[in-house]
């Protein structure tokens, strides 16, 4: 009966998060750390990166991917069904209603507007989530380095996603062994 209740929570909070937030991944990010880490104290806020780093690391949708790993995390394959389903139900509903109306009023100059309005607003909610991700991830200068890096080769060089992260990835370990031989060559 308590693991009921536990997946009904999982649903409940991730149909919230996902019907209430939009512009994909990033903007839901503070969402997810108020009802996770604050709300619930599902996760600790570190862990709560972890599982959005992954979700991002993996194939397809990240608002997807972070509710699987989190619903893992807290009632395994269970708890990840159980936060998916939550996180897609609101998107499957909206996206029905939408494509039955929107046809007929897709030429329409208000709504071209407003869906104009709402571009920026999510712009500026991504902007918001890169600023406050940036101030709890990018603690050294190492970290500030890779940053910098991978924006330049997304940028500038086109580098694919993929070997963003991969490249990513060896630096923060070749970083790390080079941080752990530095404070054994201090304790000596």
Known sequence: MKRLKILGE??????????????GGLTMLPMLEHELVRKKQWLAEEELLDCYAIGQCTPGIIAVNTATF?????????GGIFSTL????????IITIVA?????YMNNIWLQHALGGVRGVVCALMLNTVFNLGKKSLTCKSMW????????????????????????????????MAD???????EA
């Open 145 to 176: 380095a890779v940053c910098v890096v991978a924006f330049l080769l997304a940028l500038f060089i086109g580098v694919p996603t993929i070997g963003i992260v991969v490249l990513a990835a060896i630096a923060g370990i070749l970083l790390d």
């Open 10 to 23: 999982l649903y409940w909070a991730f149909l919230r998060i996902g019907g209430l937030t939009f512009g």
């Open 70 to 78: 989190v619903g893992y995390k807290k009632e395994k394959v269970l």
């Open 86 to 93: 939550g996180m897609i139900t609101p998107s499957i509903v």
């Open 180 to 186: 752990q031989k530095k404070k054994g060559g201090e």
């Open 100 to 104: 039955m109306f929107l046809r007929n």
